[in-house]
């Protein structure tokens, strides 16, 4: 009877390489979800800048119609018309509207300064005159479809490729 004895243990060079391409796949995995990720980055810069711009303008014109209301309540006041209540009332007003643009113009700095990370001086340009048209919400079922396509999934399982190769050596 012959007898014949057969190595059934992959050779250490085919799993090395069967690493090097899960190693490979995780790499260009990660390079797509940090793609996906600077896109998320930038719209929502983009969108919490144009925020705080409308807050700006929207505050702006709020103070000036109670500096306007102000001026009309002093000159109540001034005829006896009015207390001194109503005129403190609106400078109070108006200097919380003050600080409140303050607030705003930090807050709209610092979303144009994350913009800038990825666009550069092109993001100190003057944002489109309103929002873009976003597409509609696909439905639960198609999100649940996609989502084991997720570039962060991709990663996870080229990780966990590469682990079971590790393990295999």
Known sequence: YPLSLHNALPISGELRQARRVAQA?????RGVLRQSE????VRE???DAFYWEQAGQLTSQR????RQLGEIALATFATGRSNAADVIRVDLETAVLDTRLVDIDRFAHHARTRLARYLGEAAHRPLAGGLPH???LPQAEAIEAVLARHPSVAVQDAEIRAGEREIDL
């Open 25 to 29: 796949d995780g790499a260009e995995a």
């Open 134 to 136: 976003l597409p509609a």
């Open 45 to 47: 810069s983009w969108l």
């Open 38 to 41: 600077i896109r998320r980055e």
């Open 63 to 66: 103070r000036d119609e109670l």
